[in-house]
């Protein structure tokens, strides 16, 4: 993108911002129209369900409504809304008590060569799917790491729990992924290592 | 190409991953969220407030000055002994036949004199400088006696201009008469009759705005009882010459001002609580932006004490700036870097900024946003008003507020309609939607230097706004403007 049109387009969101600040209601309708889909695929991914993501999404945009004034223009808005977006979803996850991790079966466990290319040839939906079937820890730090992006050391403060533990249950569930995908036949070429 | 991680693949995939959410979420965030602030109110008004309370101080400072003045000279005159008294009376009668009776004048005005009302203060260098340039005359004869006044008859037009009429004797034909015949010497002063007397009032009045306040033609000339008439008479002739009692000077300049104008958002009453009207307002108001323009013009104006009162004509250029979208696919080659010399006609449309997805859907929107200058060519008739705070050598600083009534020339922007959100190029819609007439107000500083006895330059800057908006639809764009005025004076 050209830097004219992109200085262009933030100054067009940062009066929307602006006017969001104000609780201006339309402002805030053309940000729950242009960010809904987007977070409520977020919280979907946490969730599990969509029952319990609209549940989410509908506390989450109250919250980054009514706390725009606390947003300084320094870093990315959308960066900021998601942040919000993605720590009422953890302490949903919290609060109702579904942190657990699973233990994975030692003679399942499996050496995902190239998931890279299993990933490649599932659609979107099929994908978040199968993250939707881990376990809620698994689940959660998948999406945290792999997808968000947040680092072992972030995800363990957000989750309270230790450094280690985020790196060792990532990667299982990022095995127990491969051994969904391979019953699905869509990993052929996982190689069993035990 | 390296191949991509498994973090980075999942990342791209689930990127597009955006499901709908349920119907009637967002009537539930509503519901939760916080009222809207109430826009803080801009002081829109200031300048107005400002002008006009200079314009009300100057005229009631000058009406004050010009009715106590016209009450003292006339109150001095007063004299509450029987003669006088007597005067009124006999005069009452005497209208018609003013000559008969100039000599029971002299004695009244023998009387005032032994009263010592009417007394002189008026040098003669004075009286022989300004009856030479009002083609009237004063004799003084004694030093220490009564003025005479003569009234050149061929000078009537000169005050039929102003408003004066003159009691004309038919005998003599001129006031001059009245006392010509009653006594062939001069140290006597010619009493009209109180109908005359009054209208010579008028014309005492003239000379006193015209002789810098020598009052001594109506200390000499003034009946006894003519305070009120004459306060009214000074009312009238006020409002005649705005510019108060004392000397005078008479100006020409010639005017050039660049001015920075922005956009001022307003909405019709009805559109004032509707919520997409509002909000859209709201952005314009965001997304509009200053440009300069310029304007240039003569001004006609009077100095009188601290007051400068000026009238003229001017041309004016306003402008704002509109960032909109190309959406319509019929106008694709209006692209952005060649949008401002786009042919467009009259069915282009465009989308401000914040419209483009509400109006197209959030995928329709084609070429990208650029700013388009809205400029209004405005002929103007300004009245500007100054009071001179304070003088330190040839440096004045005083405070000034202008007044233009604007017929609009020429527009050459974009309009934006309510109605569809979008900006349009259309002539009948331009000529249905933009105001044709419009008023400006301004008030600021005004810095005077002068650079001679008879020339000064001046430089004022000055806050303003247009008090009807531009563009009459409901949710309108106007004008603030911030002008900054050079101007060279040229004294008469």
Sequence with gaps: MPIEVKKRNDKHEEALIRACQRHDRLAQSEFFRLYSGKFLGIVYRFAGNY?????????????IFNHISDY???GSFEG????????TSINYIKQHGRMTFEEIDAE??????????????????????EINRLPNGFRTIMNLYAIEGYSYTEIAEMLEIKEVTVRTQYLRAKQKLAIALEKKKIIHYATKII | MPQKSFEEQLRDKTKGFTPEPKEGLW??????LLPEKKEKKRMLWLPLIAASCILAIGISYIYTTSYKESVSIAQNEMAGDDKIQEFKEENQQSLLNPVSKSLENQEIAQAHQSKGLLESRKSSNTADRTYENKDQSIDQSNSSGPYRLNSNHSDHSDDTELGLQYE??????????????GNSSNDEIAMPTEQSAIEVDKTALKTIM???SELIVVKTILPPDSTKKVAVISLKERFKHPIGLGSSRKYIEAIISPVLSGSRISMAREFKDSMPYKSWAEDRKSMDKKAWSFGFGFMAGIEKRRYHISAGLYYQTLAYQVFVMNV????LRGIAANFSNFDYNATDSFAMAYTKTAYTGGGNVNGVGNYVTNRFHYLSIPLNMAYNLKAKGRFHVGLSANISPQLLLSYNGLLYQQESGLYVKEKSAMENHIRKYNLTTSAGLELNYLTGISSSVLFRPQYGISLFPAEKSSINAGHRLWSFSFAYRKYF
């Design chain 2, 210 to 212: 015209s002789i810098d």
């Design chain 2, 328 to 331: 319509d696919s019929r106008v």
């Design chain 2, 168 to 181: 004309e004797d038919k005998t003599s034909g001129s006031l001059e008469g009245i006392a010509d015949q």
């Design chain 1, 80 to 87: 900021w809304m998601r942040r919000i977006i993605i720590n």
């Design chain 1, 51 to 63: 029952d319990t993501a609209n549940d989410l999404l509908q506390e989450g945009f109250i919250r």
């Design chain 2, 27 to 32: 009537e539930g965030i509503e519901a939760h």
């Design chain 1, 72 to 74: 300084k223009f320094q």
């Design chain 1, 108 to 129: 399942r466990d499996v050496f995902i060569s190239e998931p890279a290319l299993a990933i490649d040839k599932m659609d979107c939906e099929e994908i978040i799917e």
